[in-house]
């Protein structure tokens, strides 16, 4: 009989990086790679690091690498996928490769991007641990707990009732379902830029609730709940790592900083 200490280590999650990017990329082309997540840092790709988290966790059986690899990455993926030029079609493809490796039944996948090396083991932990039993989940981190980290790290904050958020680099979802909600994504994400269309897919008095910071984060649950036609969820995390990502040098420099030794 499996003792109850084993059941709550093994693994019950599967995971895809999102390891790809723009090929034209300016940063990652000043430090001599295709891709930002190839950026060494400490020694070894950007990446490497968040794989090295997400092993280390303890709750993670397989991972699907979605973008170019090094030997360094290769030693610890179970799947490698061709960058597919967009960030959803690189997650269904990442998706598409850990069922065929073959998921089981109720398993949930973790979705992390890869440029987020300050990510350490226990973070993934607490994330998965924590998550709430929905069809997607998404980790988000206050204002202040961003400061007390990393001072004068500039993030882009979202205001509601009850607090300001950034946005996680990680997020959690029902494979079972992306194809219910996937086609919806794609709209919503595609209007971001269009303030009109956006109105119109999340409705204006949503939206305006949202710009003067009167929504909660309750009632933008249930909105976008019901704009995917899936139950989704807001996890706050006291983690600043897991939306802490790496777009310039100063970042980089950051990332060195705050790296535990090795």
Known sequence: MTPPEALVTAPRWSAVVLGGGDPGDAFAAAHGVSVKPLIPLRGQPMAAHVLHALRGSGRVGRVAYVGPTTPEIDALVDARVTDHGSLLANLEAGVQALQTLGLAPGERVLIA???????????????????????????????????????????????????????????????????????????????????LKLAGLIGPGVLLRLLTGRLTVQKLEEKVSEILGVPARALITPHAAVGTDVDKDSDLALAERHLPPT
Do not use: S, W
Request: hydrophobic share 45%; with cysteine.
């Open 113 to 195: 991007t890869a440029d987020i090396p300050m990510l350490q083991a226990a973070h993934v932990q607490d994330v998965l641990d924590a998550a709430p039993d929905a069809a997607l989940v998404y980790p988000v981190v206050r204002r202040e707990t961003c400061d007390a980290a990393y001072p004068g790290v500039k993030r882009t904050y979202v205001r509601v009732k009850g607090g300001t958020f950034t946005g996680g680099n990680l997020f959690l979802l029902d494979p079972a379902l992306i194809g219910q909600f996937l086609p919806r994504l794609r709209e919503v994400l595609a209007a971001r830029k269009a303030p």
